[in-house]
């Protein structure tokens, strides 16, 4: 069963922190590539944060978000975690996880290279 649960989302005022949540199924976690992306009204999805679990867990950050954001997974609970920090307005967007199984490279960052997503949750970051 593919099922991906986002939650953690909310309003927060410039240089606060959130930190959202992804339920996976036991499927969806197993995944080779996990992420979140993020969509602000009439702008592309992008990727923000990637892991891979293929040997040792690798990490891709997008540059708007490095320094500042963390993703992370628990595998004990089947969760993935992004832990934001120094919010800042330009980070106001609905928030999505997402897994893949068809990615052919180490870090896929772009949203075609995933095939299994959540409904998403809204981040808004106030100034």
């Known amino acids: 069963q593919v099922q991906l649960v986002e939650s953690g989302g909310g309003s927060v005022q410039a240089g606060g922190s959130l930190r959202l949540s992804c339920v996976a199924s036991?499927?969806?976690?197993?995944?080779?590539?996990m992420g979140w992306f993020r969509q602000a009204p009439g702008k592309e999805r992008e990727g923000v944060a990637t892991?891979?679990?293929?040997?040792?867990?690798?990490?891709y950050y997008a540059d708007s978000v490095k320094g500042r954001f963390t993703i992370s997974r628990d595998n004990a609970k089947n969760t993935l975690y992004l832990q934001m920090n120094s919010l800042k307005p330009d980070d106001t967007a609905m928030y999505y996880c997402?897994?893949?199984?068809?990615?052919?490279?180490?870090?896929?960052?772009?949203?075609?290279?995933?095939?299994?997503w959540g409904q998403g949750t809204q981040v808004t970051v106030s100034s």
């Open positions: 036991a499927y969806t976690y197993s995944r080779p590539y």
């Open positions: 997402a897994a893949s199984s068809i990615a052919g490279r180490l870090y896929p960052v772009y949203s075609y290279e995933y095939n299994y």
């Open positions: 892991i891979s679990t293929i040997g040792v867990s690798s990490t």
